[in-house]
T-cell receptor, first 115, second 110 residues
Framework: EAQVTQNPRYLITVTGKKLTVTCSQN?????MSWYRQDPGLGLRQIYY???????DKGDVPEGYKVSRKEKRNFPLILESPSPNQTSLYFC??????????????FGEGSRLTVL | QKEVEQNSGPLSVPEGAIASLNCTYS??????FFWYRQYSGKSPELIMF????GDKEDGRFTAQLNKASQYVSLLIRDSQPSDSATYLC??????????FGKGTSLLVTP
């Protein structure tokens, strides 16, 4: 089954404790991206990657890191989480060419609470 | 700032009626336009995409694009309670990233 898998789905942590949210896709997509979704603010892009070893900042990159060492994986790292990073996080992926270019496939979301 | 604007709603329509959802965008260089549906607590799922001016129909859904007016809409015919969700308009510009609107909440009442 084609899917984007995120882990953990739910996490409560404390300020300053490093955490990583993993994302893996099995569709051989070149493009991967992280979004956060907050009430009243909609979906905002954090980072994206056009392919292995190629990453770039989105609209709200502060406080986050990413890496793309393998095509299928795109982890999101919070080095020192703060309460304002409490949010619902989505990983998404897509092809970059062909008839379905631009169609994003989303993971199920990771709800993060930072105390 | 490349903006995508949607009325937040809620838009309430009776079952069986046509729901009309609207979206405007600021970047004239925008290439592709998408409508996603998101149920509460779930991830967005793609309903329609449209690249050219005019209408595109898929079942009960019709996407309409007017690049001159920088306007894209989604019509849902014969609305069902199961259509109650938030609808996200997304626009891809000359780059690759999708810019999302904040979404319109649709409520279909039995």
């Amino acid at each position: 089954e084609a899917q984007v898998t995120q882990n953990p789905r739910y996490l409560i942590t404390v300020t300053g404790k490093k955490l990583t949210v993993t994302c893996s896709q099995n569709m051989n997509h070149e493009y991967m991206s992280w979004y956060r979704q907050d009430p009243g603010l909609g979906l905002r892009q954090i980072y994206y990657s056009m392919n292995v070893e190629v990453t770039d900042k989105g609209d709200v990159p502060e406080g986050y890191k990413v890496s793309r060492k393998e095509k299928r994986n795109f982890p999101l790292i919070l080095e020192s989480p703060s309460p304002n990073q409490t949010s619902l996080y989505f990983c998404a992926s897509s092809w970059t060419s062909g008839a379905n270019t631009g169609e994003l496939f989303f993971g199920e979301g990771s709800r993060l609470t930072v105390l | 700032q490349k903006e995508v604007e949607q009325n937040s709603g809620p838009l309430s329509v009776p079952e069986g009626a046509i729901a009309s959802l609207n979206c405007t965008y600021s970047d004239r260089g925008s290439q592709s336009f998408f409508w996603y549906r998101q149920y509460s607590g779930k991830s967005p799922e793609l309903i329609m995409f449209i690249y050219s001016n005019g209408d595109k129909e898929d079942g009960r859904f019709t996407a309409q694009l007017n690049k001159a007016s920088q306007y894209v809409s989604l019509l849902i015919r014969d609305s069902q309670p199961s259509d109650s969700a938030t609808y996200l308009c997304a626009v891809r510009n000359s780059g690759y990233a999708l810019n999302f609107g904040k979404g319109t909440s649709l409520l279909v009442t039995p």
